[in-house]
């Protein structure tokens, strides 16, 4: 079946979408106003689950303090001016019952000692810890105008440098809820003593993505009047600068890294790790667990300034790792933002029985044909090899498609991502390596086209939907052979609020037995190879494909050379 035809039957894709300063443009289907209006209303988010709420409270008199402010500056002034445009209206918690009310409205649960109040809003900032104007405008010119919940909570944290654990869904903000107080906290530490916050991700994508938002909010920012704010993506370049020395590792404010190059640096005593002050595990829960437990031991060792502060972060947190943080952390708060374990209420889940491998296929056509299968749509699958295959599939279905996975170069997965986010690429094929963290801001569907290994894993890869205020689509196909391996998706399901039939809560019974299977990873048998094409079909769609693809470029090399010999019109 051509998936292409019928694709563009059902929808158009706003393949206009270009970049804009560099921007990445959020791309989106093109609806008529009617669809739009109904989806609206159909999306309107609860007000619990309103990540990015507009509560506000006209404060008048923090407007006045700030108009009569004889201290500041005629810069400072003028982020004032524009600061109040923006935030004329604004939530100040002050009190202990006001903190209640604030954290009840979004079902936080705060635990610990001597627990900060929250921050109602950004301008809140400003009076409770002298913050950074030009920090706070560099918040407004990316239209971050309100905290998130969880930035409500670990900004103020961090900024009376506790240590915390933080737990909030997908897409809910949790990186500004670091970065923000990071970027204050570097500017206020005035003495040049080499590095002093340190951003670890799992992976290279992610950690790509962090230090992009990160640069984008230390516009302009000075350390001390005197010289900008220096941050660094542990690149492979800048490591092999770092290790023969053509760049002094005193250089750098702020790094980004994955921990295998960042141990790799360390270890050749090309970056000192003991003035590190801020230390942040974002994806902690993958941090901590047997992949890259060591690494991440290795880093927290080489921390030693007896002042660090840590923070761990995740949209997962599974009890023994926060029996790990409660080990290496001092006196720390945990914040839970929802449901723990819970995936984003944004989110409609759905799981769809293939009866076997071959079903799937067939299930994807059937969303495709129902008009389901609206792009952008990521699919995940449990290996490179299934990947690969699933995407040649596709391809020769002429699917706007590619595939991301980690035998790709990096060039490759950088030039993929960012024709998916410009709305060139309408379907990506992926494994785990995208599960978590990338922030593309319009998938509609996210398809388990395998079941995820783990609940955790689940709730990162259909995360990659419905973020911010948006709602999305997750589906997660299984076969028989999944019997078991799906049952802690429907406990996740259930957890986060989605409709589970009767059907489903029998299955969702796990004994035992099959926990420890599930534990053990032995819930989840070998799965047969992915195709529904004869051999010979295969061949010949091959054929055309390269028949195809050999004629465009023909036809490209004729249009240069004629293009190089017609006069110009002058
Ligand atoms: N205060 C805010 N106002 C508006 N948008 C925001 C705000 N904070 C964050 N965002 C946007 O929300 C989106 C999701 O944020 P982010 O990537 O930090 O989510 P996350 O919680 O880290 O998700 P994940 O668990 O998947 O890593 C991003 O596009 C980000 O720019």
Request: net charge positive.
């Amino acid at each position: 079946m051509d998936i292409f035809r019928v694709l563009t039957r059902g929808a158009n894709v706003n393949k206009k979408a270009t970049k804009k300063n560099g921007v990445s443009v959020d791309y989106s289907m093109v609806k008529n106003e009617q669809t739009m209006d109904k989806s609206r209303e159909e999306h309107t988010i609860n007000r619990e689950l309103d990540f990015f709420r507009n509560k506000r409270i006209i404060n008048k008199v923090e407007k006045e303090k700030l108009e009569n402010s004889k201290d500041a500056d005629e810069d400072e002034k003028k982020v004032v001016t524009e600061t109040e445009l923006n935030f004329d209206e604004t939530l100040k918690i002050t009190t202990k019952e006001e903190a209640l009310a604030l954290r009840k409205s979004y079902k936080g649960n705060i635990t610990g000692s001597d627990v900060p109040l929250p921050i109602g809003s950004f301008e809140d900032l400003i009076s409770r810890f002298s913050f950074d104007k030009r920090l706070l405008r560099n918040l407004l010119e990316n239209h971050f105008t309100e905290p998130t919940p969880v930035q409500s909570e670990c900004i103020p944290l961090a900024l009376h440098t506790r240590d915390m654990l933080a737990c909030a869904p997908t897409g809910s903000g949790k990186t500004l809820a670091f970065l923000i107080p990071l970027l204050q906290q570097v500017i206020e530490q005035k003495e040049e003593i080499g590095l002093k916050g340190l951003i670890i991700s799992p992976t290279k994508e992610l950690a790509d993505q962090i230090f992009l938002e990160c640069t984008k909010l230390a516009n302009r920012l000075y350390l001390d009047k005197k010289r900008p704010l220096q941050i660094a993506l542990l690149s492979k370049s800048l490591s092999s600068k770092l290790k023969n020395k053509v760049i002094s590792d005193k250089k750098y404010d702020i790094i980004i890294s994955t921990p295998l190059r960042l141990i790799d640096v360390v270890k050749n005593e090309a970056l000192d790790l003991s003035t590190v002050k801020h230390l942040i595990f974002d994806e902690a829960d993958k941090l901590f667990d047997k992949t890259f437990v060591e690494q991440t031991d290795d880093i927290l060792n080489s921390c030693s300034d007896p002042s660090l502060r840590k923070a761990m972060f995740s949209a997962t947190i599974p009890s023994n790792v926060e029996e790990i943080a409660q080990t290496i952390m001092m006196d720390p708060i945990r914040v839970i933002i929802g449901h723990k374990e819970a995936a984003n209420a944004n989110i409609e889940q759905k799981l769809i029985f293939c009866g076997n491998e071959e079903g799937k296929l067939i299930a994807i056509k059937q969303l495709v044909q129902q008009g389901e299968f609206r792009p952008p749509v990521i699919i995940f699958l449990e290996s490179i090899t299934r990947a690969k295959a699933l995407y040649h599939e596709l391809m020769y279905d002429n699917l706007n498609v590619d595939v991301i996975h980690a035998e790709r170069t990096p060039i490759q997965r950088n030039k993929i991502i960012e024709k998916f986010k410009t709305g060139e690429l309408w379907c990506l094929i992926t494994t785990d390596v995208l599960a978590r963290g990338i922030d593309f801001k319009g998938v509609n569907l996210v398809i388990n086209y395998d079941v995820p290994r783990t609940a955790q894993a689940y709730v990162h890869r259909i995360g990659r939907t419905g973020r911010g205020n948006r709602s999305g689509k997750a589906v997660t196909f299984y076969t028989k052979e999944d019997s078991i391996a799906v049952k802690p998706i429907v406990n996740v399901m259930k957890q986060s609020g989605a409709e589970v039939s009767a059907w489903m809560e029998k299955i969702a019974k796990i004994s035992k037995k099959e926990k420890q299977l599930i534990k053990n990873g032995q819930a989840h048998k070998e799965r047969k190879q992915i195709s529904t094409v004869p051999k010979i079909e295969k061949q010949k769609k091959k054929r055309k494909f390269e028949m195809i693809e050999a004629s465009k470029k023909r036809k490209l090399m004729e249009n240069s050379e004629t293009s190089k010999i017609e006069p110009t019109e002058e």
